[in-house]
């Protein structure tokens, strides 16, 4: 990414865009997705692990809420978010232990509205953000949306991904640094930060005046290990800001229901405002969202269960392709694999074009695009395990045999 | 608006927020929300006219098509938009002679969002976009979050708000100008353009290689004379980008469903790469609204002869108010009046705390949030003739004997 500050308008052809509407990255994950559509043309069957897009059934109580949907005038609502979805957030949080009341809550279009509010809220034009690589690779959308500069610390495979020691963060934070950006489980390595991590980035954050962002979309995707919320740590009350989403626990991606959590009274202003221009976050799904956040604690331990059995099935099935490796992933449906090959992007485009077995191939997301560092992750893609065992092993397999099929012909 | 281009963060308390958090303006039309809600709460009926939220119903086949949303799994939509209401709008703009295929349209949440797209895309942080006051009051807010710095050109109430000189409108386009910013028919002000008008501002467009913004929302609510496209104008098609939604015209404000449309293949490019780092538009709203783009015109006929009928009751009304004063808007379905008071941010407010008549008053937008130029709109108002007849009737007695009491007592 180039200084977001640069004024000087981009040329292309006869009329002048923006520096950042260059800059602007196509997704990664859906950049595929034209291969993926011309083989299934050919009618072949893509077992889409590319995104996180999951199999599990909405639970009926929302779609049972948007077909009561009876309003005759679909209006505007509050610009904070509808009452009802307000006060069950609120609530959602308490049965888990978070004690967040209706005003510390801005209902937002999907997490990824939280994601580019909280960077417009506290960080100016060219203002640094420490991210750690790989990351979910829309933060470096949403980072050259509001013309901030992410700035990335990379993890190791070979550690599982884990953040690198707080000193080796404290020496990136510069006058310009805005905020540390977690994210846990994280997307796309499935990593967990522990209660102890967690702490330590507190505390520098503290001392360094900063931000912590924490994404935490995944909370309740935890196979091994408690998920930490940065809402525990009152110490940094004023420079906590959580990021949630209900696409992925209530497998309901379509709906763009999130919200952004601050005991930050300025923050949560600012971010009231910032709603009050785009008027309001979709009715709709906003009712019926309000309707899924009392599900009983069985509905989470279930899902949970039936991921961590995808999990072990598909890492299993990984680790045993010759050359590929990864660490069994601790939380969120994500890994991040190594793969033996030069240019994962060739291996993933080719996969669509060139290979099937049995009419069956697989979608994975290249690594690249999960880095801001040139050249990292071209050995690696980010495998979603969003559907069911029987597809994953499926997925697997095409995945095995294409990967040697493709190493002898390359 | 000061310099967006300043990055040194503004203290607030003991942590830094952004610049732009603290430019982000209140919603001017919003803003009086709590006061009304104290007259509820005692008992007073408030006629909403601050806001165009329209009392029209829905149209059943939207509401229908809600009720009927089935799929199993509320999943991602693609980043363009739900492929049947891309089609949809298609099919639309064609019945009402406008050629624009599917590769020309990005769904957008919600107008808004269109906006926010359209000043990210063209316009670096620090670029100019020409508007003309008063303007819908949200241009400055998305200008705020995009680092964009509105320059306003005033336009003469006693004129019917109606665009300044060519010359005028030439003398504010700098180095920096990066596109002229149009809605006809027009928020706050009622006035409809002329194509020679629309002509002139194309030629205009064309000459300095600046872009065309066209906000036409309120393109069939037209009383007196018809509507002009910025699409029309096919020697500026590169330099075109119509912002749209389907919020008044369905009364759908609550759906957040918009487009944005160009025959700029760089613009329509970047606008898909926007689109994908926030994935998806809502998609039960999405779904809905392909089903309502195909009413007959009839449907519409019925909308602005409703809308004429109010108008004609409330401006004659208005204008009888000793003092105040309105030209006949020929559109959309808010005028901008002048009244004989010196503060009417003040004066709307005592409309809602200390005033009523039979237990009535009514609510109505302070002039001057719609205006960048410190010091203008204090005595201009935004009335939006959003209720029946019977109930602007009322209104506009409240507002009379508000008036008159407020004058004696001020």
Redesign the interface.
């Known amino acids: 990414m180039s200084d977001?500050?640069?004024?000087?308008?981009a040329k292309?052809?006869?009329?002048?865009?923006?520096?950042?509407?260059?800059l602007?990255?196509?997704?990664p994950i859906?950049k595929l997705v034209p291969f993926a559509e011309a083989a299934r043309k050919r009618g072949i069957t893509v077992y889409g692990l590319n995104?996180g897009?999951?199999?599990?059934?909405?639970p009926p109580e929302?779609?049972a809420a948007?077909?009561?949907?009876?309003?005759?005038?679909?209006?505007?609502?509050h610009?904070q978010g509808h009452a009802e979805l307000l006060t069950a957030f609120s609530r959602y949080y308490r049965n888990i232990g978070l004690d967040i009341p209706v005003e510390q809550i801005q209902i937002t279009?999907?997490g990824?509205?939280a994601i580019?509010f909280a960077l417009?809220?506290?960080?100016?034009?060219?203002?640094e953000i420490i991210v750690f690589e790989p990351y979910y690779t829309?933060y470096m959308?949403?980072a050259v949306?509001a013309?901030v500069k992410l700035v990335p610390l990379a993890t190791d495979p070979g550690q599982g991904y884990g953040l690198p020691p707080l000193e080796k963060i404290e020496q990136k934070i510069t006058g310009r640094t805005?905020a540390i950006l977690l994210c846990s489980p994280n997307n796309p390595t499935g990593t967990l930060l522990s209660r102890e991590v967690m702490g330590g980035i507190a505390d520098l954050a503290r001392r360094k005046?900063v931000?912590v962002l924490s994404d935490e979309v995944y909370r309740e995707f935890c196979y091994t290990g408690k998920h930490t919320s940065i809402w525990e740590f009152e110490e940094i009350a004023?420079?906590a800001i959580m990021l949630d989403s209900i696409s992925k626990r209530y497998?309901?991606?379509?709906?763009?229901v999130g919200c952004l959590a601050s005991r930050?009274k300025?923050?949560m202003d600012?971010a009231?405002?910032?709603g009050?221009?785009?008027?309001?976050?979709?009715?709709?799904?906003q009712i019926a969202a309000a309707r899924v956040m009392d599900l009983p604690q069985s509905y989470y331990t279930a899902l949970a269960d039936e991921y961590r059995g995808r999990r072990d099935t598909i890492v299993d099935l990984f680790n045993k392709i010759p050359g590929c490796f990864c660490r069994k992933p601790l939380g969120a449906f994500y890994f991040m694999g190594t793969f033996p090959v030069a240019d994962i992007e060739d291996f993933c485009r080719w996969m669509l074009t060139d290979f099937s077995y049995e009419n069956q191939t697989v979608m994975i997301a290249p690594g690249p695009g999960f880095y801001a560092t040139p050249g990292m992750g071209k050995n690696e893609a980010r495998i979603a395990y969003v559907l069911e065992k029987e597809k994953l092993i499926r997925a697997m397999r095409a995945l095995r045999l294409g990967l040697a099929e493709y190493q002898q012909t390359h």
């Not at 977001?4 to 308008?9: H, S, W």
């Not at 292309?12 to 260059?22: D, H, K, T, V």
């Not at 417009?120 to 203002?127: E, K, V």
């Not at 009050?276 to 799904?285: F, G, M, N, V």
Request: charged share 20%; hydrophobic share 40%; aromatic share 6%.
């Open positions: 977001p500050n640069v004024t000087t308008p292309i052809g006869a009329l002048l865009l923006s520096e950042r509407s260059r602007m990255p196509a997704s859906r995104i897009q999951p199999d599990i059934p909405t929302f779609l948007v077909r009561a949907f009876s309003a005759p005038v679909l209006a505007y609502g610009s279009t999907g990824s509205e580019l417009t809220i506290i960080a100016n034009p060219g203002d829309n959308g949403f949306e013309g805005r005046n931000f004023e420079r497998s309901a991606c379509g709906a763009r930050n300025q923050v600012a009231l405002r910032l009050q221009a785009r008027l309001c976050s979709p009715t709709i799904e």
